[in-house]
Every structure is written in C-alpha cells, then in structure tokens.
C-alpha cells in the first residue's frame, strides 16, 4: 500500500510546481506585454507629434505654450523638464537628510518599541492621498508658514512649498527602503566594531552605512523616481506657469502636472495638442528609464563590493 503513495507524491508534487511556475512565468510575461504596450502607445503618438515639430525646438525651445492659438504655440518642452528637475532637487533637499537620518536612528539607536510603533507610522504616512499633501501645501503650509512665520513673499502658487511637501511625501519612502537595507546588515560586522573600541555613532556611519550602501542608493533613486513623477502636489501648490526660473517663490510646473492639467480639458483627440500630452509623457519615461539605468549601475557596484 505504500508503494503507491510514493509514486503519487512525487507526481502530484511536480504538477504542482510546474503549475506554480506557469503561473510566475504569466505574472512576468503580462508585466512585461503591459510596459511594452505602454511605451507603444506613447511612441506612436509621439511619432505623429514629431510629424508636426521638429525635434530641435521641442528638445531646445525655451518656451512652452501649446495650448495657445496661432503664432503663440510653441513647443519648446525645456521649461518643464527643469520644473520637474528642480522640484524633484527641492524634494530631495528636504527627504534625502531626514529620511536618513530617520533610518540610522530605527536601524542603530531605536529600542525595539519605538522601531514597532514608529516605522508602521512612517509606512502609513506613504499611503496617505496625494492631493492631501496638496491641499495641506496650499491652505497651510504657504499662508502660515511661508508668508506668516518665515515672512517670504510668495504667491499663492510657488515652487517652494510644492518642493518641501513633496519631500515629506518622499521622505517616508526612503526612510523605510534604507532602514531595511541598515537593519540587513549582519550583526558580526558591528559586533566587530565594538570589539575594536568605535562607538555608536562610528558603526552607524563608517561600517553599517558603507554595508548597507546599495540598498540605500536604491532608496534615493526610488525617491527620486516618486519625485519626478508627483502630480497632483504640483498642480493643486505648485501651479500652472512653465518657468526656467531659480527662484523657488515663483511658479513652476512640471511634466506630469502638464499631463494631467492637459488631459482633464476638453483636447480633441488626435490634434496637436492631444498629441503634445504623450510627447511629454514619452519624455518623463525616457527621464525616469534613464535615472533607473544610473541606479542599477550604482547598485551593482556597491553591492560587488560589500557583498
């Protein structure tokens, strides 16, 4: 009677992971059909708006104004992408010091309460809507904080409130990614460091820090991901003008509050206009592809070396 049953297990075994590898397989290849159907779409829009505007003044214009009528369109999309650059810059001034500091504190100095309690509050804080965050910028943040206590002269719409509370924003995301990567770090490595007379504050940034640097690099660039591609925070605080400008008390508007401004309105389909929405949106994947491509180079090669 035994016999039996060890024939069958091992076959009702290997089906069962020849199904749950079908099934991985369908999971990876949809994602993969989905990006490409993504960039499709893109790229044939793309292909008809460049029927219309010549490459040079999209890429190299410093006017953006393809809305307008007549001799005032214009196609120059620099505008934005300095924006999108800047506000992102302004995010990261904010997230990036914070977020790390945050993370060295759950990792090395925190006791275990304290880590239980305040990372799930940092991993809510993520969720949490943008237009929130938006809204906050715009009926607090800029007319009591901006105006009233710091006495800056901004306008209802600017770039500095839009650039700090999109680092609150971010600044949960890269907290959490690089509090991970110090947490992963094996415990011989600092139990070594103390061994050897460093303090706290020695192993934290000269031995867990350097280890952890690949998962940490992960996280900037993630934030900077999330950054670039913020929407609605931009376009509810940061408002509607495109400027390449330095002055962080004017307004900006970046590539994706374009998008979504633009394609909220009543743009024919198929016109110029229609066509500029995924002009831009090819751009910000092409901006956002490559900043991912830097990444993983980096990460390869911190990883090499502390692996």
């Known amino acids: 009677m035994a016999e039996p049953q060890l024939v069958a297990a091992p076959s009702a075994r290997s089906r069962m992971e020849s199904a749950i590898r079908v099934a991985l397989f369908a999971a990876a290849a949809l994602s993969v059909v989905t990006t490409l159907a993504i960039v499709g779409s893109l790229l044939l829009e793309t292909i008809h708006f460049f029927q219309h505007v010549p490459i040079r003044d999209y890429l190299f214009g410093s006017k953006w104004s393809p809305l307008f009528a007549g001799d005032q369109q214009s196609f120059g999309v620099l505008p934005l992408v300095w924006g999108t650059v800047y506000l992102s810059i302004l995010a990261l001034i904010v997230a990036v010091p914070l977020g790390l500091l945050t993370a060295i504190y759950l990792s090395e100095y925190a006791p275990p309460r304290v880590r239980k309690t ?42 500095l409130a839009a650039g700090i509370i999109m680092g609150l924003l971010v600044l949960p995301t890269i907290a959490s990614v690089s509090e991970d990567a110090m947490s992963a770090v094996p415990a011989s490595l600092r139990e070594g460091a103390f061994g050897l007379g460093a303090s706290k504050l020695q192993v934290s940034i000269r031995v867990v820090f350097p280890a952890a640097l690949s998962g940490i690099v992960a996280a900037l660039v993630l934030g900077a991901s999330r950054a670039m591609g913020e929407t609605v925070i931009v376009l509810i605080a940061g408002g509607q003008a495109p400027n390449l400008s330095l002055n962080p008390q004017e307004s900006f508007q970046s590539m994706a509050a374009f998008i979504a401004a633009t394609a909220r309105g009543d743009t024919p389909t198929g016109s110029i206009e229609y066509q500029t929405i995924f002009a831009v949106g090819f751009t910000l994947f092409a901006l956002t592809l490559i900043l991912n491509a830097v990444s993983i180079r980096l990460v390869r090669k911190y990883r090499q070396v502390y692996e």
């Open 118 to 159: 305040v990372k799930p509050v940092l991993e809510t804080l993520a969720g949490v809507p943008t237009i929130v965050f938006g809204y906050f910028a715009l009926t607090f943040f800029t007319p009591e904080i901006l105006r009233d206590a710091l006495h800056l002269d901004v306008g209802v719409y600017n770039g």
